[in-house]
């Protein structure tokens, strides 16, 4: 989709904050770890490419979770080690080795297909996949990741890197964590031998388990200033959110008892009200479970009133105000703040999923 630049709806994505919010972890976790910037998913919807140039010199690689996300960061001039997180199709790996890409492999299968189809993995830079309980992808025995290891070896490739993730680091409940920390540590303890990284620090891990980083992490929400429990666990340290989201008012109209506003005529005014539309909508990320939520406006909350449109919500004011008042519908304004984490509240989710479903119709604009 195209990004809608003449319109007022836009993100405003604080580069710096990220940098901040890097060396923030980074101050607090035993010194020596290399660091590697999760910005798969657009950076989570804050621009992959801008992201990684900004942050390149405060990192020693990046993460995405497939070839064309690594493409981009190549095309952007990041020539820093570039870890795809998924995995790739066998026949994908040239492309991976043409552009100095590193894999993940995460079973014996994917290797045996890839050398039965006659695909070369000589020179390609690898990291073994262990799945220490989180279910996804990976190895799921010693002794498969020793007879991976071997194969992969014997194929030429290098085995750069062995990891894993864990499922519940962003939870209280330590129980499920200590679990695959057990096994994850027991495989490395007994392989014949380590690859040079090992790594399993996903952003919970780092804030909360920081004494169980092996020697890199991975750094994914907290790079972009949420709390990846959510609200669950409270941030050992300030960070602070990259993105804010805003427009402006573009009509503004006094209604009467009875008149209803938007699709299903699900609200109707009390009284004398006004009602003012915002150009924002579901396409835009701004989902329809939003209604009844809160926007921003002179350091005030609106509440969301009607459906929310494809391409318009209405909102209820205390007061007339003009066309083109700025709206804040994630940030702060005065005293207030609407963060990430609040609308994945009202809707049911988490905060990724608030940052990575805003839309490319929404202009991401830059500041440092
Ligand atoms: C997405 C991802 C991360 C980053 O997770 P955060 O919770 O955002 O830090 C790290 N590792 C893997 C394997 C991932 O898929």
Redesign the pocket.
């Known amino acids: 989709m195209i990004s809608s630049l003449h319109r007022p709806t836009k993100a405003l994505i604080d580069l710096e904050a990220i940098c901040q919010n890097i060396e923030s972890v980074q101050a607090n976790i035993p010194q020596g770890k290399q660091t590697f910037a999760?910005v798969?998913a657009n950076a989570?919807g804050h621009g992959s490419k801008q992201v990684a140039q900004a942050i390149s010199h405060l990192v020693d690689g990046f993460?995405v979770?497939n070839i064309d996300e690594a493409l981009e960061l190549r095309e952007a001039g990041i020539d820093k080690t570039i870890l795809i997180?998924?995995v790739i199709m066998p026949e994908e790996v040239e492309i991976a080795r043409e552009r100095h890409l590193t894999l993940t492999v995460a079973s014996q299968e994917w290797l045996d297909m890839a050398l039965a189809q006659g695909i070369s993995l000589a020179d390609l830079d690898v990291h073994l996949k262990v799945d220490s309980g989180m279910g996804r992808i990976g190895v799921r025995s010693l002794d498969e990741a020793e007879h991976l290891l071997a194969d992969l070896k014997k194929a030429g490739a290098h085995v750069a890197g062995i990891?894993t993730?864990f499922a519940t680091a962003?939870e209280a409940d330590d129980t499920k964590f200590n679990q695959q920390l057990a096994f994850f540590t027991d495989l490395i303890t007994h392989l014949s031998e380590t690859p040079a990284l090992v790594h399993a620090s996903?952003?919970?891990t780092?804030l909360w388990h920081s004494e169980t980083i092996f020697n890199m992490v991975?750094?994914?929400?907290?790079m972009y200033g949420l709390n990846?429990s959510g609200t669950e666990l409270a941030l050992p340290y300030p960070i602070k959110p990259a993105l804010s989201l805003e427009s402006s008012l573009v009509h503004v109209k006094q209604i009467s008892a009875g008149d209803s506003v938007g699709y299903g005529a699900t609200y109707v005014a009390q009284g004398d009200e006004y009602i003012a539309t915002v150009p924002i909508g579901y396409a835009d990320g701004w989902t329809r479970d939003l209604q009844g939520f809160y926007v921003l406006v002179n350091g005030e909350w609106c509440e969301i009133v009607g459906r929310v449109s494809m391409d318009q919500i209405t909102i209820r004011l205390p007061e007339k105000l003009p066309i083109g008042t700025k709206v804040t519908l994630i940030g702060q304004d005065g005293d207030q703040v609407i963060t990430a984490t609040d609308l994945a509240q009202k809707r049911g989710t988490i905060n990724?999923e608030v940052l990575c479903l805003l839309s490319d119709r929404v202009p991401r604009v830059y500041s440092k």
Request: glycine share 10%; hydrophobic share 35%; aromatic share 14%.
């Open positions: 999760v798969k989570y993460c979770s997180l998924g990891f993730h962003d996903n952003s919970a780092s991975r750094l994914g929400i907290v990846p990724y």
